[in-house]
């Protein structure tokens, strides 16, 4: 029989014992999401670097995402052109700890797909179009496959002028000669991006992708952030739900942020319902529950389901 965890107050060595744990599941193949609660002085930005940093050693790829700034779906195509590229450029890997490693994963597909050629004495294009197979199916999955093709041609043919224009017409959309790529990542929302880079990531070769937020002093709301930062959390949820794999999100937040998750508040006044946790067998685990957060303690919540 499963219970529901409950918040508990937690100094920095159990709170850093539970982000590893957490690490650790979404490395073994679950999905999952994460909220850190706290006021300022309890050191949260350490805590999610020192988890970002064991997510590296665990072979993960991690985003980073201010939180505060929420994520709202309705701002205009060249605010959410600058978003997604700045989203992108903080991806990190072990050997590219420090950002911009989007083109480090496109290169490590292109060394996959290129080595599995060899091996099966078969074409390019056919190891090409077997690693998309679980990447075409998703939104947006068609246009990325066709990118792919096109990085990897270009990567083993030495093409790096059109390697990166492949890369920027991806990600902004700018494609002056590009006849066979349509999609900018910007055109999709956070859940399908979400879906669409775990996918990816982990064709790739990696372990799973977790995103961070970014913690700061000024708690979003629904009046700093006009529901941004609800619609961040329902982002990342229906993302899971909707088959993000091996994927983890970490966010930090002010008490006074985490009772809009818990209450609801929005523009509409409508609660969220939320189902924050895949398994690796795809069963959806948990749901977002009433909890009550103890202030100034420093909390650690992850609406997972233990046995």
Known sequence: ?????????????????????????????????RFLCGEAAFGMSLLVRIARQRSL?????????????????????SSRAGRVECLLASLSTQQQPNCNAFEAVFRRFADRCIAEARLENGTLICAIERACRDIVGLQGGAELASCLSSYCIAYQAGDHSRMK??????????????????????????????????????????NGLILFGEDSNRTPNATTSPDGFGMLVESIAKAIQDGADEFGAVLPMRPQSMAVVVEGVSNQNKP????????????????????????????????????
């Open 1 to 33: 029989m499963s219970r529901w965890t409950a918040t508990t107050e937690m100094n920095h060595s159990v709170a850093i014992e539970e982000l590893l744990f957490f690490i650790e599941r979404v490395a073994n193949g679950a999905s999952t999401m």
């Open 272 to 307: 969220w319902n939320l189902n924050v946790c895949r398994g690796p067998d795809n069963d959806l685990q948990a749901q977002l529950a009433p909890m009550v957060i103890t202030v100034p303690s420093l909390t650690i919540e992850d609406f997972a389901r233990v046995g």
């Open 165 to 206: 224009a492949v890369l920027n017409a991806l990600v902004t959309g700018s494609s002056d000669d590009l006849n066979d790529v349509h999609m900018p990542l910007a055109d999709l929302s956070l859940s399908e991006l979400l879906c669409l880079l775990s996918t990816l990531i982990r064709t790739s070769g990696y």
């Open 57 to 77: 050693t665990k072979n993960l790829v991690t985003l980073s995402l201010p939180v505060e700034e929420g994520w709202d779906e309705t701002v205009s195509s």
